[in-house]
């Protein structure tokens, strides 16, 4: 019998699925699509980036003169990656697919002038330390034969209390506060990246003989994923820049 989880991490038998086709895509080959979109949205997103921070008279002076344009920038980042989220298991693949990549090239705008703040030897280095954390993460949550959904509740908590404290850091001057808010949302990007990776089988299980449900899952892991690296970027950046001061 070819079992599988579904998305509450419940056994189930895809061939109960009223959808059902036979497909010879294996596990091996969706996780392989899945790292393959999640690195041409980094790609995208870093490439804009580092594009506009080496030419900041351009693009980048806009956003400082006008912060209106940085703020409809977020907006339309945050209404993609929810529109991603809520609406992909009724958009078509390609639609999806294109919606990722719009994301992460508006996201290559936002974070160019983050990355104006540091050095350039600082941006590569952070860069490195992450794919490398990012990169044992990943295949720890591959590999290991531990169920990792218990995590999900205690990540959950932990993001919102990370925004809580990082919201009254702004108006409250608290020592060492900075530093703490790295390590945290570090620790708690670590954790994020092995749970999504792992997820990676589930939602490979719960679509088995469903091509179009298959490419959407691969899509949302891609996201998650995608966003588990920026965040975890962006926080071992903040982390380094707390030990310079």
């Known amino acids: 019998m070819n079992n599988g989880y579904n998305n509450n991490g419940m056994y189930y038998d ?121 990169g044992g993460m990943s295949l720890y949550g591959l590999v290991t034969k531990r169920d990792l959904s218990g995590l999900r509740p205690v990540l959950l908590f932990g993001l919102i209390g990370l925004l809580i404290f990082s919201i009254i850091a702004i108006f409250v001057n608290m020592p060492m506060s900075d530093l703490f808010i790295s390590l945290f949302g570090i620790a708690l990007f670590i954790g994020f990246t092995a749970y999504d990776t792992q997820k990676i089988k589930k939602f490979y299980h719960a679509s088995l003989g469903n091509p179009d449900l298959m490419k959407r899952g691969a899509i949302v892991s891609a996201l998650q994923l995608y966003l588990d690296f920026i965040n975890l970027f962006l926080y071992i950046l903040r982390l380094f820049a707390s030990r310079n001061n």
């Open 14 to 134: 895809p061939r109960q699925n009223p959808y059902y086709q036979n497909t010879t895509t294996s596990l091996s080959d969706f996780t392989r699509k899945v790292y393959g979109w999640m690195f041409i949205g980094l790609a995208i997103t870093f490439g804009i980036a580092l594009a506009i921070v080496m030419n900041p008279e351009t693009a980048l002076s806009i956003m400082f003169e006008h912060i209106e344009v940085y703020y409809i920038l977020a907006g339309i980042e945050l209404l993609l990656v929810f529109s991603l989220g809520f609406f992909v298991t009724k958009l078509p693949p390609a639609a999806a697919l294109c919606i990722f990549f719009a994301y992460a090239a508006v996201n290559g705008l936002t974070t160019a002038p983050i990355l104006l703040l540091y050095e350039l030897n600082t941006v590569i280095c952070a860069f490195a330390v992450t794919a490398c954390i990012f």
